[in-house]
C-alpha cells in the first residue's frame, strides 16, 4: 500500500485506514500558517520540513464558535460533539484517503468543501470519513478554509493594501488547497487531470464560487452542489444583497468594535479575542463581490453561462428551506403577488387559491428545486450541453426527534458513514447509502453516474435533468428514478426567476 508519498514540501506518512486496503493522510499542511501578518491574506505556500512528517492526526479546526455546548441543537447531537476539539488560527491543513498502492495508478479525485454558512464547520466531522468514497477507487481530499470574520472579512485598508487579493480568504483556501491537489495528487496515486470538486451548504455555495470565479480556467473537471444553490423565492434571499462596499463598511464597524484604527493592530490581536467578539456581535462575513476573486454574484454567474463548462450534480433534501410569501393577510399577499409577478400576478393567484391559508400552503417552495430547473432551462437556451444531474433526498431518518430530512442529513448517505451516527439505521438505510455514494463514485470517475451495485446488479438508471423530459433521483426507501414534471407555480416562478436574472 501506499504509505509514504513525496509532496513539493517534503515527505509524508500515512496510517492505514479502517480498511488497511486504505491510506489515510491527515494534517498535510497545504498553505503557510495564516497568522501574524498572513491574517487576512491570501494563502501563501506552505514551509518546507525535513525528514517525515507523520499524518495520523486531524489538523485544528478554523477559529469559529466551540462546538458541542448546546444539546438542544441538532447538529450538536449529529456531529459537532466534541467540545475540546482542536480549534487554532493556523489552519490550512487537509486529508488524503488513497486507495492507491503505488504512485503511477492514476485514479480518480475528489475534492469536499464542508459546509457551516461559511461561520463555522470543519473538514474534521465524523460523517465526512473519505473512507468508503476511497474504497470505491476514488481518491478522497478534504481541504480545510478559514471561515467568519477570519476567512471573509473586507476592509478598505485592505483593499488599498492587496487589491490582488482583497476578501474572500476561505474560498481563496479552497482554491489554493485544489490547486495544491493538482500539483501533488500524483504522488498519492491521483490523476491531477481528473478532479471533482463538491460541498454542501455552505460547500455547495462555495463550488458555485469557485465555477464562477475566473481564477480557475482547468482547475477541475466535474462538481457536484448538494443543497448550496439558493435562488430567491418570490425576490426574498437567504443572504441579503450587499455590494463590496457595504462589505467594506462592516469591516469598518467591525474594527471599531475591535477598538482598532489599523491593520497592524488587527492583526496583533490574539485570535481568541476576534472570535469572541465577533461571537458577540453576531456579525455575517461572508462572499463578496470583489472583483477579483469573485465578480457579481455566483448565482446569476451560473444563470447567464458563466460557468466552467463542466457535468454537474445537484441535490437537496425534501424538508429543507421551504420559502413562502412573506405575507400577514390576504390583502398584503396580493399586494406581493403583484410586486413579483406583475402581468402574470393573476394567474399565480388562480394558482394559490381563494383563502389565505391555502395560498400560504400552496406557496411554500423549495429554492434548491428552482435553482436547479432554472440553471437547467437557461443552460438549453444557452446551448450549454453538459448534463445536470437533479436528486431529492427523501428518506425515513429514525430518531426519538423525528427530524424529517432536516438540512445536511444525507451526508451521512453519500459518505456512507452511518455507522458513525447515533441514530438506529436499518438494512434499507445501509442499501441506499450503499447506492448512493456509488453513484457518486462513478460521477467523479467519468461524469456519469451510472453503474452497478456492489452484487455486479446495474443499478437504476439516473438521467440528466432536461426541460421534456425532467429526469429527477429519489432517494427514499430506495434509489429511484422519476419524471419530476413541475406543476403550474414551479413553472411560473421559474419564468419569473430567469426573466429577473
Known amino acids: 500500500m501506499l504509505r509514504i508519498a513525496q509532496t513539493e514540501t517534503g515527505t509524508v506518512r500515512g496510517l492505514p485506514a479502517a480498511d488497511p486496503r486504505i491510506t489515510s493522510f491527515k494534517g498535510i499542511p497545504f498553505a503557510a500558517p495564516p497568522v501574524g501578518a498572513l491574517r487576512w491574506k491570501a494563502p ?26 448546546n444539546p438542544d441543537n441538532i447538529y450538536t447531537r449529529e456531529w ?18 488513497t486507495p492507491a498502492k503505488s504512485d ?17 464547520g470543519n473538514p474534521t466531522e465524523m460523517e465526512f470519513d473519505g473512507e468508503r468514497l476511497a474504497r470505491r477507487g476514488i481518491i478522497v481530499v478534504s481541504v480545510n478554509y478559514r471561515v467568519n470574520v477570519f476567512g471573509f472579512l473586507a476592509h478598505p485598508i485592505l483593499t488599498k493594501e492587496q487589491p490582488d487579493a482583497p476578501s474572500n480568504f476561505g474560498h481563496l483556501d479552497q482554491q489554493a488547497g485544489t490547486r495544491w491537489v493538482k500539483r501533488n495528487i500524483a504522488a498519492f496515486g491521483g490523476d491531477p487531470d481528473n478532479i471533482t470538486i463538491g460541498g454542501q451548504s455552505a460547500g455547495g455555495m462555495s463550488v458555485s ?49 475591535l477598538g482598532v484604527k489599523t491593520l497592524e493592530e488587527a492583526r496583533a490581536l490574539k485570535a481568541e ?22 465578480i457579481g454574484d455566483a448565482q446569476e454567474n451560473l444563470l447567464k453561462g458563466k460557468r466552467y463548462r463542466v457535468p454537474l450534480i445537484i441535490t437537496r433534501t425534501e424538508s429543507e428551506f421551504k420559502t413562502g410569501m412573506p405575507a400577514r393577510d ?52 444557452l446551448g450549454i450541453k453538459e448534463p445536470i444531474y437533479y436528486a431529492v433526498f427523501d428518506a425515513e431518518i429514525p430518531g426519538w426527534d423525528n427530524p424529517g430530512t432536516f438540512h445536511s442529513v444525507d451526508l451521512w448517505f453519500y459518505f456512507e458513514t452511518l455507522a458513525k451516527c447515533w441514530r438506529p439505521f436499518v438494512g434499507k438505510h445501509y442499501d441506499l447509502a450503499r447506492q448512493m455514494c456509488t453513484y457518486w463514485a462513478n460521477f467523479i470517475k467519468n461524469g ?14 439516473w438521467k440528466p435533468l432536461t426541460d421534456s423530459i425532467p429526469n429527477a433521483m429519489l432517494w427514499g426507501d430506495k434509489a429511484t428514478p422519476i419524471i419530476d414534471k413541475p406543476d403550474a407555480l414551479m413553472k411560473l416562478l421559474v419564468k419569473t426567476y430567469l426573466a429577473q436574472n
Not at 80 to 97: A, F, Q, S
Request: with cysteine; charged share 25%; hydrophobic share 40%.
Open 80 to 97: 459537532n460533539v466534541d467540545p475540546d476539539i482542536k480549534m487554532d488560527e493556523d489552519c490550512l491543513y487537509l486529508n488524503i484517503w
Open 44 to 69: 501563501q505556500p506552505a514551509l518546507k520540513w525535513k525528514g517525515v512528517m507523520n499524518c495520523s492526526e486531524f489538523g485544528p479546526i478554523a477559529m469559529q464558535h466551540i462546538p458541542g455546548l
Open 448 to 461: 456519469d453516474p451510472n453503474g452497478s451495485d456492489a452484487d455486479g446488479t446495474v443499478m437504476p438508471s
Open 209 to 257: 464560487a469557485q465555477l464562477t470565479s475566473p481564477q480557475n480556467d482547468g482547475l477541475f473537471q466535474r462538481a457536484i452542489i448538494q443543497s448550496g444553490m439558493m435562488a430567491g423565492v418570490y425576490g426574498g434571499s437567504l443572504f441579503p444583497a450587499r455590494t463590496f462596499a457595504d462589505a467594506e463598511q462592516a469591516g469598518v464597524r467591525f474594527f471599531d468594535l
Open 104 to 120: 503511477d495508478e492514476k485514479l480518480p479525485v475528489f475534492v469536499w468543501y464542508f459546509g457551516g454558512g461559511l461561520q463555522e
Open 330 to 381: 390576504m390583502e398584503e399577499f396580493e399586494k406581493q403577488a403583484e410586486q413579483v409577478f406583475g402581468s402574470d400576478a393573476e394567474a399565480f393567484l388562480k394558482i394559490c387559491g381563494t383563502s389565505f391559508e391555502e395560498a400560504v400552503k400552496k406557496t411554500s417552495i423549495s429554492g434548491i428545486e428552482l435553482s436547479a430547473r432554472a440553471l437547467q432551462k437557461r443552460d438549453e437556451e
Open 273 to 294: 479575542f476576534i472570535r469572541d467578539k465577533n461571537e458577540e456581535a453576531h456579525t455575517f462575513f461572508g462572499t463578496a463581490d470583489d472583483g477579483v476573486f469573485q
